[in-house]
């Protein structure tokens, strides 16, 4: 809130100081016409002592007056324009702030999403990690318990074949035996 306030404060600051400006600009061409009302007053005091000069010259006091009126008549609109267009420039650059804050806060809440999903995504990797581990742990184990079944098996098949054995000295023992008979 006190970043729009600041922002409030800064175009009515620059809106004032415009205005200002162009107030201020009027004054001094306000002054400069009275300067130059006054010389003209001179001028004219000067002029009455020559006056077949200036009516030698074709050119009446109203005549300059006139042309120095418009003349600061011109002026005065060219920095009214001026003042407009610099108004105009203003707003345009204020609403191009306007437009990059929104861009900025858009960003930033798409970066406050990523970096949300990048924690769910890490703690779903540790979660992982950590089944995994307990998966490996269990693969350990299971091979464990296939050598010993394995070797259990040797035992079996040792036994096996040393009952075989048995059984065929028993056979032969058997037909021995049934042959003497």
Known sequence: ????????RKKKGSQSKITEDATASAEAVNVQEQNHSSATEQNHHAQNSGTADVQSAGVSESDIELEKHKNYEEKYVKLQEEIGQLTDEK???????VNLEEKIKVLQNDVDCCSQKEASLEAKLNDLQIGNDSVIQKEVILEDRVRDIEGIKNIWVLKETSIREVIARL?????SLQKKV
């Not at 809130?1 to 409030?8: R, Y």
């Open 91 to 97: 707003n345009s650059w204020l609403q191009k702030q």
């Open 171 to 175: 056979e032969e023992a058997n037909i």
């Open 1 to 8: 809130m006190d970043g729009k306030k600041k922002k409030n």
